[in-house]
């Protein structure tokens, strides 16, 4: 891999720690919070609650569409048609244990099979399932394109949707996910895009214009008929939502453990065809003047490296602005200087030592760049792999969850001795007072349990790199 990869490729937060040399810079601020990370591109529209049906016999539902103005719920091996009054009007055997389900063509529901990684229709009349596609059939007319089509069969397929001809899968493979859009006559892949998070539960095609429910099922991100993300967002005033059920100016989802369906108010420009490009995300070119160091000016002193990748606003660069933002404030507490914590990368010139922590997918493949006798390397992952958010190790914030990285988590409680929610740990395995750059590694290690490998390269300062708290 590139040296000139390591910013392009770079989705989640890297960590670099180094000693010998000292910079300076104005410092972030000491007060950030993860409530406050920038929103300035984003066009968010609150949604307000119109009212609620309970659902008379919720049966374990895990997902609800629309489907010509009619609701549909699912649970495993059960598409339900629900009426007005959130009774059970008809069951449908299907026999799919992980479903998804959308609203694909008049009388016709598009079905995800989780587990197979098929979508197959059903007849809402017939009761018939007829199967339309496997994943792994799927052919890619621009393989070199991103995402890569290999996540049709390495991801979950977590939500489809469709808009009568094409449909949409979301594969969760971490902080890789992704949507792809395929033409279900040609079984090709059409059109693809980042997903807006690690976790999208439920998907819904309206009036030209993709939503996906997405962050902890808090946030509805739109999209364009060609996969492309765009900056506005409907913020939920709940979370932990299921389903997604879309109509002119409202939205229906599973709320309160799915026992009831509520009913939201949006703004019609959310979701209007006439405007759905003018807010598309593109990749925006800043310009920063870079000035040339001489290093032979600087103190030896200690200071941090901090990367913060994607948008903060988004789902997923939410989750690396909260990580950011807690290492900060812990490198504060372990004697770091406000301005010598820089937003930058160096091209490892002049340092004693440094130490490298990297939570972004695929991170093991930047070791054979990056590795000297100079240099501590911790990758959340291998070169082949995915990384992932948490799955527990979250912390609420005024009533809000707000996730962080599995790896970012555990490394960060081993430096800070303390989990967000203030319980202590102990990563000090030497019993020494101070942590290491190879403890903090080692307790990631020990204390991983989500499918992907943490990878440790030592070219000699793993157990001299110290903080004392």
């Known amino acids: 891999m590139k040296r000139k990869t390591l910013l392009t490729l770079s989705l989640a937060s890297v960590l670099t720690l180094w000693a010998g040399i000292s910079l300076s810079q104005p410092p972030l601020n000491a007060q950030l919070r993860p409530e406050l990370r920038p929103l300035s591109l984003s066009k968010l529209f609150q949604a307000g609650k119109l009212g609620e049906l309970r659902l008379t016999q919720p049966d374990r539902f895990s997902t609800l569409t629309d489907l010509d103005g009619k609701l549909f719920a699912a649970a495993p091996r059960t598409v339900a048609a629900l009426g007005d009054q959130g009774q059970v009007l008809r069951r449908f055997a299907v026999g799919i244990d992980r479903l998804s389900i959308s609203g694909h063509a008049k009388n016709q529901l598009l079905l995800g099979d989780g587990a197979r990684k098929v979508l197959s229709s059903l007849d809402t009349e017939s009761g018939k399932v007829t199967e339309l596609l496997r994943l792994d059939a799927v052919s890619d007319p621009n393989a070199s394109q991103e995402p890569e089509s290999a996540l049709l069969k390495t991801g979950e397929l977590s939500a489809v949707a469709s808009n009568g001809k094409e449909a949409f899968v979301a594969m969760e493979a971490g902080f890789s996910s ?27 095609f309206f009036q030209d214009g993709l939503y996906v429910l997405t962050g902890n099922g808090s946030q509805v991100a739109r999209y364009t008929n060609q996969v492309e993300k765009t ?57 920063i003047l870079i000035p040339k160091i001489d290093w032979s000016k600087f103190l030896v002193k200690r200071y941090a490296v901090l990367i913060c990748g994607d948008l903060a606003e988004n789902f997923a660069g939410e989750c690396f602005w909260n990580d950011t933002v807690w290492m900060y404030k812990t490198l504060l507490n372990n004697g770091y200087k406000p301005e010598n914590i820089f937003v930058l990368y160096g091209d490892g010139m002049d340092y004693a030592s440094r130490a490298i922590f990297m939570q972004q997918c695929r991170s093991g493949g930047f070791i054979d760049n990056l590795q000297n006798s100079k240099t501590f390397i911790a990758t959340a992952c291998r070169f082949d792999e995915n990384a992932r958010p948490a799955d527990t190790e979250n912390e609420t914030v005024g009533g809000k969850l707000y996730n962080h990285g599995e790896f970012n988590y555990h490394i960060t409680t081993a430096l800070d001795r303390l989990r967000p929610t203030g319980g202590v740990i102990n990563a000090d395995t030497n019993s020494d007072g101070k942590i290491s750059a190879r403890e903090m590694s080692e307790w990631n290690r020990t204390h991983e349990n989500l499918p992907e490998n943490p990878v440790m390269n030592d070219g000699g300062p793993g157990n001299s790199f110290l903080f004392t708290k």
């Not at 949507?179 to 998907?203: C, H, N, Q, Y």
């Not at 949006?266 to 979701?271: A, E, K, M």
């Open 231 to 287: 900056l506005d967002k409907i913020e939920l005033p709940t979370d932990g939502v299921k389903g997604l059920a879309l109509r002119a100016g409202e939205l229906h989802v599973l709320t309160d453990n799915v026992s009831r369906i509520s009913k939201y108010q949006v703004d019609r420009t959310v979701t209007d065809a006439s405007k759905v490009r003018l807010n598309v995300d593109i990749v925006r070119k800043v310009d």
């Open 178 to 204: 992704a949507i792809f859009k395929i033409d279900l006559a040609t079984k090709r892949i059409v059109s693809r895009g980042w997903a807006p998070g690690a976790e999208m539960s439920a998907m819904a």
